[in-house]
């Protein structure tokens, strides 16, 4: 026992060494796990020779030995450890919680295996042991009914069948009368030790909400136990929470809804509600509301389920809803609470009751409208919310806003009269008047904010409305936005409230083209200190990025009247360091300044005097710092610098051009001259000599963007571009995961046009892709790359380029790269080898059995690709990528079906006697696959396959 209680000690101090630690955790698992440790650690439980650390793992070791080898012992080892725990009991007043814990758990895991055949007096031996008197004694059998509870009871707790089975049991020999007796130490604890020992009370009362589940009804649902509960609650501040709790135990146990209507009902629980919350005094009554509001929540949802019920039998729910309609009121004043937690307890029956309205047609206007009018106040936010640096506590509120929304949905759902009227009318009760409220301090910026978003989330709720119809939508929702955009909402000062404005703006712009008048109230929000101009980097931000919103969905064309003050304002934000706006929120301008200068009412030469000259400073500056600036750099940190202030401008650039779709609209506007000078100019700084990865992603997104706005006259820049990315040495992995998609793109674009650009560059590519994926640590990266080639393969197949791999340059090389192409296949990246399967069965269409195909390409498929990819499909584990696997299958199916096609009998019979003898494949599988392939059905064979691949796992 000292060696024991010397590796306890040991784990529990961090002076020891790893291998001292180890040694201990070792010979601490060989004591659990041999046949007589358990003899051992009784006698050091027994001894207060040891701490109380050593002690607790005697008993973790005894509690092992039942609950995994109890049967082996024999009767008297078996006796010998439940004397020890008796015998223990009468200690329990000196032990700590831990133990007394620990030797609960113990003797529950006893009371599985003896009760009720081999120690059917369980119940008895133990109450026998309870001294009345003494609350320690209660203590611990209270806490052995809840370790009972979680072995037998607890629904968290998954369970094989044969467990189910057993707890079961064990629930009904209880029930033979240890439950009586049990319902009778209940209420004896509660009338002599709630006063004087309220913890032990508490735990008593725990009890009895878990047992109440599965327990007679009756044994706890009688009048004096009821007065007991009702007692507790408005006596005893410690145990009111509990007793609650128990009452709200008694309402979710399952019986006949008449039944549970008549006690509910008959205990007057909704009248109890009442009382008690409008009692409240002060901030510490909210645990007892959050409890009051549990139990509100649980007769509503059980009420709602009793009407049900009581309709799909054809029985009379009107005592059900009489009551349902009398708690629903109650609910809403909880709801009402200042506290939003207790309010969030009653959403549950909110979302319910609103359903049952719904499907039971229930007339209920005047509810629907308290309801309502209810969540849109709980949406506000407190005095002292601080929007400009959210912490826990807004975060928790923004995310009770959320679920409050849907019940704000769901009246919509039921009726959208009164859902719009009631809307509309609290929209219009805050912003009538609004400057004197404001001044008179009536309310303040929460109350705007609210109403503000109210009008958001009509938005949301019922869609994009055509304003200006006679509908009651579109009317309603011109209403609330007159009000909004009147412009009062700017005497708020609150970041809040402003982008909260410019949210509506941006999701109802259509009302702008309708009421235009009102666009000068809209841009002023938005380019004066409310939006662009604010100290705010968050609103700054928003704004930013709303406005491009703004003018992209809704305002190119409407806002060409007032360009040239829009332009103003923008211009000088775009400067490079501009103070208060980092490069996104620049990005989200110069796009603005694209759109709004791209619009069809800009005519041509408008649209090039606008962008020209911003673009120009821009290629400009990059060119500064190419030919001048890094040369005379010193130190890595310049050079830095300087790396990153051209990716700035080039991706300033790219945002520039975002308003411009084809090269008809560039050379429209004249912009074709400036963009391919900046491609050149942004091209060549791939070659600056250091830091080439800072600028590699702008360059990237703006040829991608120049292959959109410049089409085929980027490819003149090509060569040198590709060139400096696959140089010798300096081609990373990086750079070609972010350049292989652009040449994905280019050739998409461009087709047949990109084919001498191809087919110089085809093997330069190769060559480096499969460096990078050796030399690459990385897997991830690896596989990027890796599924990018095979992503360029795909592109030169599908859009009829394999010319250029037969070409006199590249030809001698294909053997070589599809063999290696086929070494890289990994089924465990089934989204790679789709692309792969895709690829070859291009090549096949294309090549095989073809005199102008690729010389020995048949015997490659037959000898190499077909027999590979049968192994990979039907030898592969899908788990977890099952979608993925089917439709990798599909793509094989349809492999199978070109080799048919294109090679005829030849490959079944190459199938039938070369490739299925020489990997053993079953007879009669193989024969329902030939007959599959010959059907030439996807469909079917890729089901054959299916069926195959998982009898041969199976």
Known sequence: MDQFAEAVNVLLSPDYSEDTLAEAHQFLEDVKTSGDGWLTCAEGFCSEAFSEHVRFQCLVVLELTVTERYETLDAQQQQSLKELVLNWIGTAESETTAIRNKVAQLLAAIFIYEFPDIWPQFFDDILSLIDVDAPASFDFFFRLLKAIDELVVDRAVT????????????????RQGANAKLAEAWDHCLRNLAGSYPQVAGLCLEVVALFIAWIDADLVVNEPFMALLFELCQSSRQLRVLSCNCFQAIVSKGMDPDVKTDLIQSLELVQFIEAQFSSMEDDEENEYSIALAK??????VDLVEAVRQLGASQRDPTSSIETLSRVFDTAVGLMQSEWDDVSEEILPFAQEYLHLVKHEHIEDEARLRALLLTVIAKMRFDNDFNYDNQDVDENDFLEFRKNLKVIFDNVWGISESIFLQTCLLFVEDTFTDLPDKLEQRSINFADVELALHVIFLMGETVGRPTFGEADDVSQTMTG?????SEGSFGLVESNAVNVKFFEICVRSGAYFKVHPDRLPTVLGAFLGDSGLGSTSTHVRARSSYQFLRFVREHGRTLLYPYLEDILSVLHPLLEFGCEGFDLQDQQWIAETVSQLATSEAVPGHDQRTILEPLIAGLVDKVTEIQTEHFAAATTAEEMLELANAMSYFISLTTSMTKGLASFQKVAGAGLDEILGRALHVYMGCLQIPVHKNVVQGAVRVYLHRMIVCLGEHVLPIMPEALGAILEDGECTTESLMQFIPVICQMITKLKQKVSPLMNDFFIPLTRAT?????????????????????????????????DVLLSETNAPHIPEVLGRVLEMSDMSDMKGERILVGVFKQLINSWFAQDSGLEGFTDFVLGEVVPHFFQCVLHSDAEGEEAWYHLLLGEFADVLIAVFRNGGPSFLEYLQTTYFPSVEFPPHEAETILELIERSDTKVLKQGLVGFAKRLRS
């Not at 139990?295 to 509503?300: D, E, K, T």
């Not at 609330?480 to 909004?484: P, T």
């Not at 990385?778 to 030169?796: C, G, N, P, T």
Request: hydrophobic share 40%; glycine share 4%; no cysteine.
């Open 159 to 174: 369970r094989s069948e044969d467990e189910l089975a057993r707890n079961t049991n064990l629930k009904d020999a209880m």
């Open 480 to 484: 609330v936005m007159h009000l909004a």
């Open 770 to 802: 499969f460096g990078s994926i050796e030399s690459e640590q990385d897997q991830a990266d690896s596989l990027q790359v890796k599924r990018a080639y095979f992503e360029f393969l795909k592109m030169i197949t599908v859009h009829n380029l394999t």
């Open 295 to 300: 139990l509100a929540n649980q007769i509503g």
